[in-house]
């Protein structure tokens, strides 16, 4: 039953995600993650945990293939700490997007990075 359950969560969440895009398509924007991270139901915060973790994860991996993450580097946008809730991560990307309203229309991926980096700076060794 919990593994059905799982099974209909994760083809759930991208879907509630996708239906945060404009309809006509385009891209997905930070005002449409933002919209997303606002809502109270528990899929659409679920795809919106989902997205700012796998965005965050997609730019550490990327930075980790052209240089490396293992400490403040040149091109690295955030350091995380250990063990960090995934709310917090979202909590960085909703006050950015809020605090800077002309990123709105950014990549909702840009966003999540320029978030991080505003929250979770790195620190100089």
């Keep these: 039953m919990l593994r059905a359950l799982i099974c209909v969560a994760a083809l759930t969440i991208p879907f509630a995600a996708t239906a945060a895009v404009a309809p006509g398509g ?28 796998g965005a965050a994860d997609g730019v550490f991996n990327t930075i980790d293939a052209i ?7 040149v091109g690295q946008y955030f350091c995380l700490p250990d063990r960090i ?38 620190k100089g060794e």
């Design 26 to 53: 385009g891209k997905f924007t930070a005002g449409d993650l933002h919209k997303l991270c606002t809502q109270t139901d528990a899929i659409s915060r679920a795809a919106c945990k989902a997205y700012v973790k």
């Design 85 to 122: 809730d995934p709310q917090r991560l979202v909590d960085a990307v909703r006050r950015y997007v809020a605090e800077n309203p002309d990123s709105a229309d950014y990549n909702a991926s840009t966003a999540v990075s320029l978030g991080l980096e505003k929250s979770f700076p790195c």
């Design 67 to 73: 240089g490396g993450t293992t400490g403040p580097r």
